[in-house]
């Protein structure tokens, strides 16, 4: 159960990847601008955020530890949606 659960979520982490690297083939410079949200103080405390609050149900609720990989894709899409949210030109 515990491998299926690892390479589900290596899976998605290599998925995201060459999403990236087939973006940066098509337009140079598009995948600096992917990954910006890296650089984002706002979106990355509200990752970490998400992280603890993910992390602490995975301790609380008694699951396996490599949920906590789980947790860290769903920080990491929570960082982006937030960097998305705050540098919209309005």
Aim: charge should be positive; proline fraction near 1%; hydrophobic fraction near 60%.
């Amino acid at each position: 159960m515990t491998a299926n659960v690892i390479l589900a979520c290596v899976i998605m982490a290599a998925a995201i990847v060459v999403r990236a690297a087939l973006a940066e083939r098509k337009r140079p410079g598009s995948a600096r601008r992917q990954w910006q949200f890296l650089f984002n103080r706002t979106a990355v405390i509200g990752g970490c955020a998400a992280f603890a609050a993910l992390a602490a149900a995975v301790v609380v609720s008694g699951r396996s530890m490599t949920y906590l990989a789980w947790a860290f894709l769903s920080a990491l899409l929570t960082a982006f949606i937030i960097d998305q949210l705050t540098s919209q030109k309005h």
